[in-house]
């Protein structure tokens, strides 16, 4: 194993966090509060429209880098053992948030909850933004947990 891959590998890997879960906090926390309290269900949907169509291109490449360099580490540190292991639950954690995210942005927004979101965002954009928001706060604050909890796992705090 190069430690120099290794480094940029996990830099990158960091960089990919980033992008994504700070993504989702700035959305989380910033855009749907704002669009809550728009009064038009137009100018909703248009900056709904907007953001999605400037972040969800960011945050597949984010969520790929993430996953690629993850293989990567693995790999280097002949890690597939320790997914065998309680003790690395927080790895176990990794995987399956990436995995939710993954569908998130590759099945269930494009192809189920996008088009059905567009029409409630014009017939019902409360109940549309209540429902995004608490999805939102969900997964963030799962993200945050998972985060934390690899950080606190890999230096062995486990």
């Not at 959305?27 to 907007?50: G, W």
């Not at 995995?99 to 029409?119: A, H, K, Q, S, T």
Request: net charge positive; hydrophobic share 60%.
């Amino acid at each position: 194993m190069s430690l120099r891959w290794f480094a940029v590998a996990r830099a990158l890997h960091v960089l990919g966090l980033v992008v994504w879960i700070g993504g989702v906090a700035a959305i989380t926390t910033v855009i749907l509060p704002a669009m809550r309290e728009m009064e038009s269900a137009e100018r909703k949907l248009l900056l709904f429209q907007e953001v999605e169509k400037r972040f969800r291109p960011q945050a597949r490449v984010a969520w790929l880098i993430v996953g690629l360099t993850g293989l990567y580490m693995l790999k280097a540190l002949n890690g597939w053992g320790r997914f065998a292991r309680v003790r690395y639950w927080w790895m176990h954690t990794m995987v399956a948030l990436w995995v939710v995210f993954g569908l998130m942005l590759f099945v269930v927004e494009p192809l189920i909850v996008g088009p059905r979101l567009e029409r409630e965002l014009t017939s019902n954009p409360s109940g549309a933004i209540a429902r995004m928001e608490k999805l939102h706060w969900a997964l963030l604050a799962a993200s945050l947990l998972v985060v934390a909890s690899a950080v606190v796992g890999s230096y062995g705090g486990f």
